[in-house]
């Protein structure tokens, strides 16, 4: 609508203005994607507005899906079959409670450089939310995010901690 | 930063003999600035050549400068600066005289030769007219009885602390032959609380930890700080809506804005040496590659695409290339590619795990961690040759350069301990501690101010 509007306003400057001194058009931009408006007025894009969690459903998801989190191997990101069965009763819950996203959020532990864990925890992540997705969960219900290893649940430099720490989370969002 | 004096920096060619206190010097070529009013005339250039014993030290006194209260200050500053370069012992200013003001240039050479000295740095500040004030900075070889340089430096009088630091570099490049390095800030990130709960915030502060602050406020995760190359603006990784994503920080104004919007995982940004670009990682669906965006903000361009996790980009310091890491052959390794993202080629091939390569500023090496039970700095060349270790931690990590290519500051995690900062030396040498009021990570060293 704003493009056609500004069309037509250039137009309209060039036919008045005739054999005087052209005025050259308003620049034109692209159609304004509808997008949300941050705290200071501006135009905020999509996947960068604040999530906010449901403490109520993440404990009803643990209560009936048995675990919100499945753990990975050192520098693994394959699930075995205790992580596949977390992730398909945690698909069950997920189309039995449709009106709520999930954030997939991958970790790794200490051991590695800080630039490798993110890559490492979004594969985690990714890992997770396509079998999800395979178990009937609709893609654009679940995001893909890393913590590398900036957020460890176990404090100690041992493998029990560590093996903690290889995580992936589903956290309900809205 | 006006200088009132530029000393001449022409090599004189050697004679007979060398100084006395050359000899004492560890490094192997030393280039004399001598002033106009010192040289003779018709004197030809003289480049000197020293090889020294390893653990040979250059003594060099730094009484207090007369005239001012800062005066003392100002020496603490340069001694203490000149300690951390692990090349020059400092003498003073405690327990060592001082001079008058008319002495600074011209002083009694055989009172410092009886103190132990080799060397001496003397000075005075002058007051200006508009409420500045003029370090007037002097080294002079005591031992050979002579001035060696001298030059001025004029500040605000709240930025006394950088005149020493300036003066501090003239004496070590005068005296080692390298490159200035301690007229610099560090960014880094500060961090508080238990590990499960951390609160992390962008901090900055000088090279000797004066002049401490924060840039953020500790309630999102913020990793990775790195300068722009005018060291006036910031690149780093923080949270938004759950997600890693780079933002770009004024530091003086404080105002950041996102680089890449759109909900996208971006993460480990580094500029260009130009200030132009901004290279980092992006991962999506299971794969982390390269992007390189301008800082101003438009359409990425993809660099990397091979499967796999690439990322820890890092320009060489002509900005032709980009060395970074990547697993795709199955491990961490290093590879170098054309800055356009052709000819990408491994270079590490030690038999160990390699990650967060940076490329010096003197473009002769690449450090990095290297993972071989315990995670360790190393430099090597960019063609992946002549590696060598240079730390023994259980978890060091993250380096970044001096300007100077001299030193490398880094990040030790203690096993089952906390995080802080440290500096080594390329060159062999003790690793040394960096003074942070909290633990501290991801360091990154400003290029030179001006």
Redesign the interface.
Known sequence: MRKTFLLGAAAIALVVSGCARRTPPPEVTGPVETAPIGPGGEVV???????TELPAQQADLVAKAGSDTVYFGTDE?ILDTAAQATLAAQARWLLENPNVRA?I?GHAD??G????N???G??RA??AK?FLVSQGVPADRL??????K????????NEEAWAQNRRAVT?L?R | MQNRHCERSEAIQARSGLPRLLRSLAVTTVLLGVPASAQEEGAPPVEVEVVGGQNSQLTVAVPAMPGQAIGRGIAEVIASDLRATGAITPIGPGGIGTYGQAQAASPAYGEWRGAGAGALVSGYVEPRADGRVTLACYLHDVTAGRMLANQGFTVAQSDWRRAAHKCADLVYSRLTGQGAFLDTRIVYVAESG???N?T?RIAIMDSDGSNHRYLTAGRA?V??PRFSPRGDRLVY?GT?????RVFVLDIASGRER?LV?????T??PRFSPDGRRIIF?W??????DIYVVDADGGTPRRLTSAPG?D??PSYSPDGSRIVF?S?RGGT?QLYVMNADGSGQRRISFGGGRY??PVWSPRGDLIAF?R?AGS?NIGVMSPSGGGARILTNGW?D??PSWAPNGQFVMFNR?A??GGSTLYAVPINGGTARRMPTPQDG??PSWSPLQS
């Open positions: 894009a999509p996947g960068d507005v604040e999530l990101h954030s959020e200490e051991r450089t800080r630039e490798y993110m890559a490492l979004e594969r990714n890992s396509n995001l893909v995010t890393s913590w590398g900036e957020r460890p649940v176990a404090i100690g430099s956290v969002v | 238990p590990k499960t951390r992390k995760t990793t990775m990784t938004l809506a759950r997600k890693p996102l919007p759109g909900g996208q995982i993460f480990a990682s991962a999506n669906n299971g794969n982390t996790a990322t820890s890491e697993d961490q990650a967060s961690t993972i995670f978890q990590e993250g995690i096993r089952g990570s991801d």
